[in-house]
């Protein structure tokens, strides 16, 4: 197995339940995709927004122009968790030379954490 990238970001829980409360669906329809976000609890969505962190991190390039709409997370969150690219971010992933993408979210309290490894 060769690997392209690999990424990790932490969200305070707290910080996305604050962008919740003042940007509510805004925020949601902005960066996720419909059925995304199983419900609308903070530590979910905060999980979710690591894992697209990751995943942009685990590309080592720039990323500017990869909407977060396009790393959608799928997966229940009592099963595995997968990455499904779509447009700009799965462009990005073939011109990395990726072919298989790993992803984990784990949960604490305060925070939640996703590692993303991406392999050729």
Not at 56 to 84: C, F, M, Q, T
Not at 94 to 118: D, N, P, W
């Amino acid at each position: 197995m060769r690997i392209v990238g690999i990424g990790t970001d932490m969200v305070a829980v707290v910080r996305i339940a604050k962008m919740l409360d003042r940007h509510g669906e805004r925020f949601l329809g902005r960066c996720f995709r419909p059925g995304e976000i199983p419900t609308p609890a903070s530590n979910s969505v905060a999980g979710r927004w690591a894992a697209k962190e990751a995943f942009l991190k685990a590309l080592g390039a720039d990323v500017r122009g990869i909407p977060y709409r396009d790393v959608e997370v799928g997966g229940s969150g009592h099963g595995p968790v997968k990455l499904n690219l779509h447009g700009r971010a799965r462009d990005a992933l073939a011109a990395a030379g990726g072919k298989r993408v790993h992803l984990t979210i784990s949960h604490e309290q305060e925070f939640a954490v996703a590692t993303v490894i991406i392999e050729a």
